[in-house]
């Protein structure tokens, strides 16, 4: 009754992906020009919000400087496609790298504080790392001015290559890389690792005596983030052309953790959500109102107060496939 | 010697909670530690489970030194304690409560395969939920049981370990006579299976399963015996202010 149980559970999950994948695909078809370089942009951000929920949803540690990680991928991204060489991959592999580094460096130096320490000390490295590029004028980054001009290369999947340039094909990519980016994070916080995160978030004091070290899990998780974070960061760049000072500001730190908790932080897809939504719903409404953020920060005060769990808790039904019954 | 205590101390400011205790414990055998509160029970488990450092002292498992040894350590050479207040997740359920418990013991090589198709964890999970009498409870949110049932889960978080050396402290704390009753069977049932230090306060339990007790006062080792001989230590009989025990 169980196989028979989860192999119906695979076919309705399956089925679910299938046709939120293939509305995504057709929907461009009916935005126009602008409208498809907004979904571009949302669905690039629903990663870097997702990221944000490895650490924050599921290991429960604050951080308030994860655009850190997103701008320095940005930026990877930019000096791999204007100075070194014009290949989507090494962009991707290189930014990966740096935002490994410097997330295994935050979170090995900083781990050792928690709660609202740890948050703070992120968001003074997040600064130094601000500060540093924003003060870089005489580098190939370009220091307040941002790294302009980047190319947009072709990407070379090796039966076909896909023109960049082209918003609709830079919209599929971005959907297929948003879907990677979540089945690969389904499976970590579905894994052993991801169980021992759960732990770390309702009692960090006890996981230590069942075997398990939290400094190490806790800085894995840190890395693990600011990789996905770097990866939406270089896509950012490729799609953007350009790397900014912006994507690493700290004001970008403040909305992404609004995105998360609108959409609802421990179920991955809420933060994806909450990216999207957020996305669209700033742009739409900042062509009425200058003061737009002031009816986001309404928005978010409703829905922590009235819906802790965000919009995506709303219909979510409880996880509790984990336990074999 | 499986398990030695060497002249441990350790101070909190003026306050000498734990002084030059030793004691040294044969496979197999339970032994309980009581005293008045405050006698530096707890403390004592503290810094056998490396959560505070000794200022002096060594405490020695199966022949290595494990003094200071940060617990997830000690977990895998096999030593596990439960708390006296209950320390269980609160958020997740009954029965992912204990495989977290069980996952910890050895590091998976199948770090990414969903943590269901983790077969030996699964199944001693399930042996464990129905040695505790927690197999109806497996799907309900460990914050939602009752007193006595959370304590119980203490318990199976502990011995999911699968340690040779358990340190139960204080484990009835709070619960009904009858929850009582069913622990005493419990450690009964494991007696002899692993080797227990108990911190207890209920003295039919600690009677009832001990082969030694070793009585703690204001961070002194007080006596140290079997049961019978400590019943009649004077010094003890004084340190609970005249109560017969």
């Given at each position: 009754?169980?196989?028979?149980?989860?192999g119906?559970?695979?076919?309705k999950t399956f089925l679910?992906h299938?046709?939120?994948l293939?509305?995504?695909a057709?929907?461009p078809?009916?935005?126009?020009?602008y409208?498809?370089?907004?979904?571009?942009?949302?669905?690039?951000?629903?990663?870097?919000?997702m990221?944000?929920?490895?650490?924050?949803?599921y290991?429960?540690i604050?951080t308030?400087?994860h655009a850190?990680f997103?701008?320095i991928?940005?930026y990877a991204?930019?000096?791999?496609?204007?100075?070194?060489?014009?290949?989507?991959?090494?962009?991707?592999?290189?930014?990966?790298?740096?935002?490994a580094i410097?997330?295994?460096f935050i979170?090995?130096?900083?781990i050792?504080?928690?709660?609202?320490?740890?948050a703070i000390?992120?968001?003074?490295?997040?600064?130094v790392?601000?500060r540093?590029?924003?003060?870089?004028?005489?580098?190939p980054?370009g220091?307040?001015?941002?790294?302009?001009?980047?190319?947009?290369?072709?990407?070379?999947l090796g039966?076909v290559?896909?023109?960049l340039r082209n918003?609709?094909n830079?919209y599929?990519v971005?959907?297929?890389?948003?879907y990677l980016?979540?089945?690969?994070?389904?499976?970590?916080?579905?894994s052993?690792f991801?169980s021992?995160?759960?732990?770390i978030?309702e009692?960090?004091?006890r996981?230590?005596?069942?075997?398990?070290n939290?400094?190490?899990t806790?800085v894995?998780?840190?890395v693990l983030a600011?990789?996905?974070a770097?990866?939406s960061?270089?896509?950012?760049?490729?799609?953007?052309?350009?790397?900014?000072?912006?994507?690493l500001n700290?004001?970008l730190?403040?909305?992404?953790i609004?995105m998360?908790?609108?959409?609802g932080i421990?179920?991955?897809?809420?933060?994806?959500?909450?990216?999207v939504?957020?996305?669209i719903f700033?742009?739409?409404?900042?062509t009425?109102?200058?003061?737009?953020?002031?009816?986001?920060?309404?928005?978010?005060?409703i829905?922590v107060?009235?819906?802790?769990k965000?919009?995506?808790g709303?219909f979510?039904?409880?996880d509790r496939?984990n336990n074999g019954? | 010697?499986?398990?030695?205590?060497?002249?441990?101390?350790r101070?909190?400011?003026?306050?000498?909670a734990?002084n030059n205790?030793s004691?040294?414990?044969d496979?197999?055998t339970?032994?309980?530690?009581?005293?008045?509160?405050?006698a530096?029970k707890?403390?004592?488990f503290?810094v056998?489970?490396?959560v505070?450092?000794p200022?002096?002292?060594?405490v020695?498992?199966?022949g290595?030194r494990v003094?200071?040894?940060?617990?997830?350590?000690?977990?895998?050479?096999?030593i596990a304690?439960s708390?006296?207040?209950?320390?269980?997740?609160q958020?997740?359920?009954?029965?992912?409560?204990?495989?977290?418990?069980?996952?910890?013991r050895?590091?998976?090589?199948r770090?990414?395969s969903?943590?269901?198709?983790?077969?030996?964890?699964m199944?001693?999970?399930?042996?464990?939920?129905?040695l505790?009498?927690?197999?109806?409870?497996r799907?309900?949110r460990?914050?939602?049981l009752s007193?006595?049932?959370?304590?119980?889960?203490?318990i199976?978080m502990t011995?999911?370990?699968?340690?040779?050396?358990v340190?139960?402290?204080?484990?009835?704390?709070?619960?009904?006579?009858m929850?009582?009753?069913?622990?005493?069977e419990l450690?009964r049932?494991l007696?002899?299976?692993?080797t227990?230090?108990?911190?207890?306060?209920?003295i039919?339990m600690?009677?009832a399963v001990?082969d030694?007790?070793?009585?703690m006062?204001?961070?002194n080792v007080?006596?140290?015996?079997?049961?019978?001989e400590?019943?009649?230590?004077?010094?003890?009989?004084?340190?609970?202010?005249g109560?017969?025990?």
């Amino acid at each position: 009754m169980a196989k028979l149980n989860s192999g119906s559970n695979f076919k309705k999950t399956f089925l679910v992906h299938a046709i939120i994948l293939a509305a995504l695909a057709v929907l461009p078809l009916f935005l126009n020009g602008y409208h498809q370089k907004l979904a571009v942009e949302a669905i690039i951000l629903s990663v870097f919000a997702m990221s944000l929920d490895l650490v924050m949803g599921y290991a429960g540690i604050a951080t308030f400087g994860h655009a850190a990680f997103f701008g320095i991928g940005g930026y990877a991204m930019g000096v791999m496609l204007k100075f070194l060489f014009p290949s989507m991959w090494l962009g991707l592999i290189l930014a990966g790298f740096c935002t490994a580094i410097l997330a295994f460096f935050i979170g090995f130096v900083s781990i050792r504080a928690k709660g609202i320490y740890f948050a703070i000390l992120t968001l003074a490295f997040a600064e130094v790392v601000y500060r540093i590029i924003f003060h870089s004028y005489n580098t190939p980054l370009g220091g307040s001015d941002g790294l302009v001009g980047v190319p947009t290369p072709m990407l070379h999947l090796g039966f076909v290559d896909i023109d960049l340039r082209n918003t609709v094909n830079f919209y599929w990519v971005a959907v297929a890389f948003a879907y990677l980016s979540y089945l690969v994070c389904r499976l970590i916080v579905g894994s052993p690792f991801g169980s021992i995160l759960s732990g770390i978030r309702e009692n960090e004091n006890r996981v230590p005596f069942l075997g398990f070290n939290v400094k190490w899990t806790k800085v894995t998780t840190f890395v693990l983030a600011g990789i996905f974070a770097g990866f939406s960061g270089a896509m950012f760049t490729a799609f953007k052309t350009y790397a900014d000072t912006e994507q690493l500001n700290f004001l970008l730190s403040g909305k992404v953790i609004v995105m998360a908790l609108i959409g609802g932080i421990g179920t991955l897809i809420g933060p994806m959500v909450g990216a999207v939504v957020i996305t669209i719903f700033e742009s739409i409404i900042s062509t009425y109102f200058r003061a737009h953020h002031l009816i986001i920060g309404a928005l978010f005060v409703i829905v922590v107060i009235f819906m802790p769990k965000g919009l995506f808790g709303l219909f979510a039904r409880k996880d509790r496939n984990n336990n074999g019954s | 010697m499986f398990f030695e205590v060497k002249e441990l101390c350790r101070s909190f400011g003026a306050l000498q909670a734990v002084n030059n205790v030793s004691f040294t414990l044969d496979e197999g055998t339970t032994l309980s530690i009581i005293g008045p509160n405050g006698a530096g029970k707890t403390t004592l488990f503290n810094v056998i489970t490396g959560v505070f450092p000794p200022d002096r002292g060594e405490v020695m498992f199966k022949g290595t030194r494990v003094t200071g040894m940060p617990p997830d350590k000690l977990c895998h050479r096999g030593i596990a304690r439960s708390f006296q207040i209950t320390n269980i997740f609160q958020g997740l359920s009954v029965f992912e409560n204990i495989r977290l418990a069980c996952q910890g013991r050895k590091a998976t090589k199948r770090m990414f395969s969903h943590v269901s198709k983790l077969k030996e964890p699964m199944e001693e999970t399930e042996k464990i939920l129905d040695l505790l009498g927690l197999l109806d409870l497996r799907d309900r949110r460990a914050g939602t049981l009752s007193h006595g049932d959370q304590r119980y889960l203490e318990i199976g978080m502990t011995l999911a370990a699968k340690p040779s050396l358990v340190l139960f402290d204080e484990p009835t704390a709070g619960m009904t006579p009858m929850e009582t009753k069913a622990t005493i069977e419990l450690i009964r049932k494991l007696k002899g299976m692993v080797t227990i230090i108990i911190i207890e306060h209920d003295i039919n339990m600690v009677f009832a399963v001990s082969d030694r007790i070793l009585v703690m006062d204001q961070g002194n080792v007080l006596a140290d015996g079997p049961p019978e001989e400590v019943k009649a230590n004077e010094a003890v009989k004084a340190a609970y202010f005249g109560e017969e025990i």
